[in-house]
């Protein structure tokens, strides 16, 4: 599987920045899609996830509310919208594809793509 996330960029507080995460090789359908965060000097968490085929979706208490993820499946696109954006939110964001129903767990995803940074000002 192979992921490709771009979108990122720099933004003020409270604007929306929507990143988009690209998969292809094996049949994706049947994983969890996820996406991380790593802000500097801190450890990478979890943002949220979408199990493609059931559609369900999972999200981090800190972006509840603000952050919607949701999938193009003709695009084989997963796509993370953010709305009101802090300065806290900066950091630079992953997608991942894991084997698992669901999972908050970054060591339970096998396939990352390369990070896309997003910069929030106040």
């Known amino acids: 599987v192979q992921l490709q996330a771009f979108g990122g960029g720099l933004v003020q507080a409270g604007d929306s920045l929507r990143l988009s995460c690209v998969a292809s090789g094996r049949t994706i359908s049947s994983f969890l899609m996820g996406w991380f965060r790593q802000a500097p000097g801190k450890e990478r968490e979890f943002v949220g996830a979408?199990?493609?085929?059931?559609?369900?979706?999972y999200y981090a208490d800190s972006v509840k509310g603000r952050f919607t993820i949701s999938i193009d499946n003709t695009e084989h696109t997963v796509y993370l919208q953010m709305n009101s954006l802090k300065p806290e939110d900066t950091a630079v964001y992953y997608c991942?594809?894991?084997?698992?129903?669901?999972?908050?767990?970054?060591?339970?995803?096998?396939?990352w793509g390369l990070g896309t940074l997003v910069t929030v000002s106040s």
């Open positions: 979408i199990n493609w085929s059931a559609g369900s979706t």
């Open positions: 991942a594809a894991s084997i698992w129903a669901m999972s908050r767990a970054f060591s339970s995803y096998k396939y």
